[in-house]
């Protein structure tokens, strides 16, 4: 049974990168600057905090509370790099928005600086940034769904138009290992076509969040990658993510909320919090898991439909 229904909200979470929430003009303050000006160049822009660069490397932050703290001890002309917060998270623009999330919440950076693949500051991230973002996407989608409904609805009329004793939709798509540039783009496309065959809604964004749980474990986890193949019927949409290594050495623990395999560098990106499966098995109506040590892993996920859902 499904735990929790998946809201709009959550699935953009899920679809969204970072990139596409961020702020790109970036305020940058010189370590050398003096806390004076650091105070002035915030009142002026009318920002709360920024990083603290050399060039493109960022070497610290400040925000209204180490101004604020500087004011206080009288040091308002000793220089930024005296005064920044050097415990920072910088986060990849190619990172999925529920892969950095938890750090504006639960780990509480109130921004968090966004790097390209060459290592080069491009933006930042913060609560305002990610609501208004979201805001707009849920526009943008609203929209897209109207110019898209009379696409849809020929589309999900495949399985009342084919007369055979057992119609089924197969889709494969290949996830390669590490290739994080690219992970999401399955999630993605599967969610496209079951809203063209007519899966309802609640469902898709249910699919949706789970498959890209799956689809990130092939690229984090697995040696050479793997495949999901989606198997769209009547009455269920059954969804299978398989790879050939290196296995799962305890299941038991795997299933555990926040246990992760993952290496250092891959939770430094931002990914490999450990909840994947649990998130699945949130999502799913069935979730069986097989693996063996040295050998593959094979994910099996079942979505039933409801009976008044075209597909």
Not at 20 to 25: E, G, S, Y
Not at 167 to 185: E, H, M, P, Q
């Amino acid at each position: 049974m499904v735990d929790q229904e998946i809201t709009k909200v959550q699935e953009l979470i899920y679809t969204t990168k970072v990139e596409a929430v961020m702020a790109p003009d970036v305020i940058v303050v010189s370590p050398s600057m003096s806390m004076t000006q650091v105070k002035e160049l915030m009142r002026k822009r009318r920002i709360a905090g920024a990083p603290v660069a050399d060039g493109d490397k960022v070497l610290g932050m400040l925000g209204t509370t180490e101004v604020m703290t500087a004011m206080e001890a009288g040091k308002m002309d000793s220089v930024a790099s005296e005064n920044m917060v050097t415990d920072v998270k910088i986060v990849s623009k190619d990172a999925y928005l529920v892969e950095v999330i938890n750090l504006l919440g639960r780990e509480g950076f109130p921004r968090l600086p966004v790097e390209d693949q060459d290592g080069k500051l491009v933006g930042i991230l913060t609560t305002g940034t990610v609501i208004k973002a979201l805001l707009h996407q849920m526009e943008i989608s609203y929209q897209q769904r109207e110019a898209e409904r009379l696409q849809r609805y020929r589309a999900s009329h495949i399985f009342q138009d084919i007369i055979s004793d057992d119609t089924s939709l197969v889709l494969r798509y290949i996830v390669d290992d590490k290739d994080f540039a690219n992970a999401g783009k399955a999630s993605s496309m599967i969610k496209k076509s079951l809203q063209r065959v007519g899966v309802l809604p609640s469902i898709v964004r249910r699919v949706a969040v789970a498959v890209y749980e799956a689809e990130m474990n092939l690229v984090i986890h697995t040696d050479v990658g793997g495949e999901i193949i989606v198997d769209i019927r009547r009455e269920r949409v059954h969804i299978s993510a398989v790879d050939h290594g290196p296995g799962i050495e305890d299941l038991e623990q795997v299933l555990r909320p926040g246990y992760s395999t993952a290496p250092e560098w891959i939770r430094d990106m931002g990914f490999g919090a450990g909840m994947g499966l649990s998130n699945i098995k949130r999502c799913a109506d069935t979730m069986k898991i097989l693996s063996t040590r040295g050998g593959g892993t094979r994910l099996d996920i079942i979505f039933l439909l409801n009976q008044d859902s075209p597909g």
